[in-house]
């Protein structure tokens, strides 16, 4: 029988859910990764008030809803050079750098659709991190794939649309 996690730490759940981890693992510098997220997620010029609000979400779920750090990410331009960034934060360069290219792919996809500049972005911040553009095409893949299932079960669930 495997031990029940509590689910009192903000991100409990996600992480189980998302990546199978019995514990949170310590963040560190959620900042720079919600921030690289957005810079990402504007490779395309637009940062898409979808994209904005799926990374605000997301990192809303991780934190518990921290509300400073939340309202800087709401008002963050997303400018900044995602190298520089991801560099400036070993928890992200040692820890983080595999999740947060995948998430990257996820935030991009937000407002429908990863564009060749966010995809582009994408590879650039990847290979900051010692991560090959054949692994960010693995990870997109894989993303896809699970977004198909995602889309094929909710549409089995409810067949005449979501009720809310």
Do not use: H, N
């Amino acid at each position: 029988m495997t031990e029940a996690v509590a689910y009192t730490e903000p991100g409990a759940w996600l992480f189980r859910q998302d990546w199978a981890f019995s514990s949170v693992p310590e963040f560190g510098d959620i900042r720079v990764y919600a921030k690289a997220l957005l810079v990402v997620a504007r490779g395309d010029g637009i940062l898409a008030p979808e994209e904005r609000d799926w990374v605000l979400g997301y990192i809303g779920v991780l934190t518990g809803g921290d509300d400073e750090l939340l309202r800087e990410l709401a008002d963050y331009k997303a400018e900044d050079d995602v190298v520089a960034l991801v560099e400036s934060s070993e928890v992200v360069t040692r820890v983080a750098r595999r999740p947060l290219v995948f998430d990257a792919l996820r935030a991009c996809d937000a407002d429908g659709a990863i564009a060749p500049g966010e995809i582009e972005q994408i590879k650039r911040m990847a290979e900051a991190l010692g991560i090959t553009g054949e692994t960010v095409d693995r990870f997109k893949d894989a993303y896809l794939e699970e977004k198909a299932v995602r889309t094929a079960r909710i549409a089995a669930v409810f067949p005449d649309g979501t009720p809310f």
